[in-house]
């Protein structure tokens, strides 16, 4: 189906300008071949033929005194380099930055461990095996202390994990949109529930990993790893270290295995291996593994427990939403993440309601430290607010369809202003709804939902059950206010729109001797196809083809500390830096050759990969080798752009911007109707078929986009139904091998009826609005509901995400039991 | 800091085995410990065998030892003495991708790429053994390999077509090639 959609795509372009444009179409990857021949190099991969290698001795205990570290026997061994402890790093070096204020953390756990897998010794031999021996032989004596692990028992501050801090409650906040009070009071129904998502993450197939290599000439640091965003982040590492940006350099490969945005919080091993090195002056390696990835590799994600509301009127009108939320951080707030804001920019999911509440607390415990994941807190919240109008459409005996028709946003209410400041660009909700309503429609004629077929799998305890939803997927990423948590709020107040950072993305280029174009990207990659999408637009911008623009990276000392990958947020960005840099290339070349013909620039013109001189006097041409050629001082073939954050342009966002409220300037989205079948034997969920229509704006490359739409909706079916990082009662994580952390395979992927519209956005360059998030941010609400719709029957209610077979058996039993 | 200066390593027993890797006959010296993965990766350089769990579930390190597709996590070099060991990087021949390869960029079967070298390699075994697989067997095949960025629908589809490709019987539309 796609590939259809591809050629058709490709030869629109062709009859339209009679040349083939390459954005649109479905181009095949540029990053294929060397990763397909296994000779891309990968993180992992790179290991300099003198450099030793690191491994971690991890807390066993996820709440103890650290009473004695005995390292004499492992120092013994031949084969070991170092042994770092926090008393030797604390003498050198500064605590990592935190998320809130008020924290100290160290690279290694300094006198107290907080969680099962805190590092709390280094060592440092000749390779990885040796490293572990070493690691068995470093005696480190613990006392014990208690442990909090349930997130509202946290909260009561019996056990604190940070005395100095003196509470659990990391922080809280209570932000009120309109009047919800009034319109709690007035509604006729006002109904109140509980839902629970679990922790669980983006789990790249890739771990961690870190070469660093310090320069004793100019004192300054190399360090190669896979951290994401590493032109933002770059100060964990560089101010760990006590070094100026300048001396710290963080270099990305070109293919890093995945991060979904979990690798923004690898700063430790970076900072760990750089000190290592600057002691030994030895590159140090070193490559987590994947039991420390799970177990204590700082990237569980958002688990949270709510309390919800909602005020309704007899005739099904939603009057406000209230969202209560408990959010477990783990043991350290982790820098830069902060989730519970996010959902602020799509409050009210499609619905058109204006007045809400919205309060959380974030609370320490004794877990794994908190990271970014795909969807970055917005799919817990879509879930429990899609899980809430269920329940209010059962409470009221309204056909859920029909209560979530009623409320939906109109087209002709776009751009539309959500109560807390946000926009949505565009795009037509109840469309999108009625259109997979219809594809439902069909399987109830025969099809999968044929109501004899239905009745006969029920027999069989086998209850079948849809529920179409509708989701917003808020797509491109400005940070200015995920540090809202750390600025002073009543500040807040005062701050104007000039105080408001500004988010660009960063892109250049050069014209090299042979005519070829070398462009590159100022962010890291992990899978999207940054490259490809850069040489597809840059070669419609200049009139060449894809094949004579290569795309390279700059590390984080050569780009400006712009901004990156994250929330979807490169479509856009990517594309709009494209536009600019080669219309400001084109400009650039064409004076160039007037400079060369000595004539006006009005007398010449770009066109085809070649400046033309159109003043009368032939067909004189000037091709781009021949202008590189020309090129000695004036750096004319060399050109950079940034692209500013379409928020900055837009007077509607400024007081978002100016509170720190979170803007995302696109509204992506997606229509879902997932087919399941529960097993009310086994509590197994079968999802026969996921209709879903999706859109993103404009489809720069729609290979890409279905890529992304099939990854995102793998990811947010694991996480419904499978994924999570448990923990018992004493603090011992339950998920520390892909045994017990169970990710789908292939046998857990149903069949994807994927249908795309395109509403091209009107704040962005290039009408492209993201899509890298989507399925996990509209999967599991999406799937949650539909169970509720198979078991309706039974009273079960889909309340715990994920819902997993054992989850699903108990609910049945309770409910049969209480009959 | 507590530095050591005395390099030197601890008495490491090792044996002698010899094996073909990639049609090349190789002999080497590895400890009994040593993880074949690792041995590949590091001592023969072929570092399209990648390492994702090293627990024998993600399927990343898949190369075939005599045909069979097996973790090379799981197995230790040791074991794969007297073996031919084939991976990835044998696969294109003279800069030509191979038809799993080639499939696998045609239906964007990869993402970020760090499970694709299993996935060929498990793709090879399946199809060497069965060239005309149902999808249940596709599934069966594949279902020892994870891939997170995916979603696998497109990774079907790639054995599907290159096994219409292998069959030397095409029925893929051409037109479809990018
Ligand atoms: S690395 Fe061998 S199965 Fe995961
Ligand atoms: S492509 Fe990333 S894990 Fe498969």
């Not at chain 1, 120092?75 to 990592?96: F, Q, R, S, W």
């Not at chain 1, 856009?572 to 006006?600: F, H, I, P, Y």
């Not at chain 2, 090379?72 to 696969?91: F, K, N, P, R």
Request: with cysteine.
């Amino acid at each position: 189906m796609s590939s259809h959609a591809r050629t058709d795509a490709a030869e629109e372009g062709e009859t339209e300008t009679k040349k083939e444009r390459f954005t649109g179409s479905g181009m095949a990857r540029v990053e294929d071949h060397r990763i397909l021949t296994g000779e891309a190099e990968y993180i992992h991969d790179k290991a300099p033929e003198d450099s030793l290698h690191m491994a971690l001795l991890r807390s066993v205990h996820p709440h103890a005194d650290i009473v004695d570290i005995d390292t004499s026997e492992a120092e013994d061994h031949p084969g070991c380099h170092l042994v770092l402890t926090a008393e030797d790093i604390k003498a050198e070096y500064n605590p990592m930055p935190a998320g809130l204020e008020g924290f100290e953390e160290w690279s290694l756990a300094d006198g107290r461990a907080r969680y099962v897998g805190e590092p709390v010794v280094a060592v440092i031999a000749d390779d990885r095996y040796v490293a572990e021996d070493v690691v068995d032989l470093v005696n480190v004596k613990y006392d014990q202390l208690d442990c909090v692990v349930d997130p509202r028992e946290a909260r009561e501050d019996e056990v604190v994990v940070h005395e100095e801090f003196g509470t659990n409650v990391g922080d809280h906040e209570e932000l009120v949109f309109g009047d919800p009070d009034s319109a709690f009071e007035e509604a006729d129904h006002v109904i109140e529930k509980s839902y629970s998502w679990g922790r669980i993450s983006g789990v790249p197939l890739e771990t961690a990993g870190v070469v660093a290599q310090y320069d004793d000439d100019t004192d300054s640091f190399d360090i190669d790893c896979n951290i994401q965003l590493h032109t933002l982040v770059d100060d964990t590492v560089y101010e760990t270290l006590g070094y100026d940006p300048d001396d710290v350099n963080l270099d990305v490969p070109p293919d890093v295995g995945g991060s979904f945005g979990t690798k923004i919080a690898i700063h430790r091993y970076c900072c760990l291996a750089a000190m290592a090195s600057k002691e030994l002056n030895k590159p140090v390696t070193f490559v987590e593994d994947r039991i420390e990835n799970l177990q204590g590799g700082d990237m569980h994600s958002t688990e949270r427990e709510y309390d919800v509301k909602v005020a309704l009127d007899d005739d099904g009108t939603i009057r406000a939403l209230d969202f209560w939320f408990v959010d477990d951080f783990g043991a350290w707030p982790r820098y830069p993440v902060n989730q519970v804001l996010k959902p602020l920019s799509v409050l009210t999911n499609a619905f058109d309601v204006q007045d809400a509440r919205y309060e959380y607390d974030l609370v320490l415990t004794n877990k794994t430290c908190q990271t970014a994941y795909r969807g970055f807190g917005v799919p817990s919240h879509l879930y429990a607010l899609e899980m809430l109008v269920d329940d209010a459409a059962e409470a009221l005996g309204i056909d859920p369809d029909e209560l979530r028709r009623r409320n939906l946003i109109e087209a002709h209410q776009m751009p539309y202003q959500l109560p807390s400041k946000n926009i949505y660009d565009s795009g037509d909700f109840p469309a999108a709804l009625a259109h997979v309503q219809q594809r439902i429609e069909e399987e109830r004629d025969g099809g999968l939902l044929d109501p004899e077929t239905v009745e006969q799998k029920r027999e069989e305890g086998k209850y079948r059950g849809v529920r179409p939803t509708v989701h917003i997927e808020p797509g491109v990423s400005g940070s200015d206010w995920t540090d809202r948590q750390r600025s002073d709020r009543e500040g807040l107040e005062e701050r104007n729109r000039e105080d408001v950072a500004e988010l660009p993305e960063h892109l250049r280029a050069e014209i090299r001797p042979d005519g070829t174009v070398k462009a590159y990207l100022a962010t890291d990659t992990s899978g999207q196809g940054h490259q490809t999408l850069v040489s597809q637009l840059l070669a419609d911008e200049l009139g060449v083809l894809p094949s004579d623009i290569e795309v390279g990276y700059l590390d984080s000392e050569t780009a400006p500390t712009e901004y990156g990958t994250a929330a979807s947020r490169m479509a856009v960005m990517l594309s709009g830096a494209a536009q600019g840099l080669g219309k400001e290339l084109v400009s650039n070349l064409e004076r160039l050759a007037a400079e060369t013909w000595d004539c006006d620039e009005d007398d010449v013109t770009y066109r085809d990969g070649a400046v033309v001189r159109v003043d009368g006097g032939g067909e004189e041409t000037l091709s781009l080798a021949e202008l590189a050629a020309q090129d000695d001082e004036s750096g004319l073939t060399r050109a950079s752009y940034d692209y500013e954050h379409p928020t900055t342009q837009l007077e509607q966002f400024d007081e978002a911007l100016s509170k720190k409220l979170p803007v995302y300037p696109t509204a992506a989205f997606a229509a879902n109707a997932p087919i399941v079948e529960v097993d009310t034997k086994t509590g197994e969920v079968d999802i026969l078929k996921f209709y879903s229509l999706r859109d993103c704006g404009t489809q720069l490359n729609p290979t890409i986009v279905e890529g992304q739409a099939h990854g995102g909706l793998a990811q947010g079916i694991g996480a419904a139904l499978q994924e999570e990082f448990g923990y018992d009662e004493s603090g011992q994580p339950q998920a520390i091998t892909l045994f017990d952390y169970k990710l789908p395979s292939i046998e857990h992927i149903p069949e994807l009826e994927l249908e795309h519209t395109e509403t091209p956005s009107p704040f962005t360059a290039t009408g492209a609005k993201g899509t890298g998030e989507g399925g996990m941010i509209d999967g599991p609400a999406s799937l949650a509901c539909s169970i509720n719709a198979a078991l309706e029957p039974l009273g079960v209610r889909a309340d715990q995400i994920p819902f997993t077979p054992n989850r699903i058996r108990e609910r049945i039993r309770q409910v049969e039991g209480e009959e | 800091m507590s530095a050591d200066d005395t390099s030197g390593s601890l008495d490491r027993p090792t044996e002698d085995i010899s094996l073909s890797i990639n049609g090349e006959s190789v002999s080497a010296e590895v400890e009994p410990r040593h993880k074949l993965s690792d041995f590949l990766r590091d001592a023969q350089d072929l570092r399209g065998v990648r390492v994702g769990c090293e627990h024998g579930v993600c399927g990343a390190c898949t190369v075939l030892m005599d045909g069979q597709a097996v973790k090379s996590c799981l197995t230790y070099a040791v074991q794969a003495d007297g073996t031919e060991i084939e991976t990835v990087e044998g696969l294109a021949e003279d800069g030509a991708l191979h038809p799993i390869q080639e499939a696998f960029h045609e239906e964007h079967a990869l993402q970020c790429g760090f499970c694709t070298s299993g996935f060929v390699m498990a793709s090879k075994e399946l199809l060497d053994e069965n060239p005309d697989p149902s999808k249940e067997a596709v599934e069966k095949g594949l279902a020892d390999n994870i891939c997170r960025c995916t979603g696998y629908q497109n990774i079907y589809d790639a054995v599907l077509r290159a096994a219409d490709r292998m069959d030397g019987e095409s029925t893929v539309d051409e037109e479809e090639e990018a």
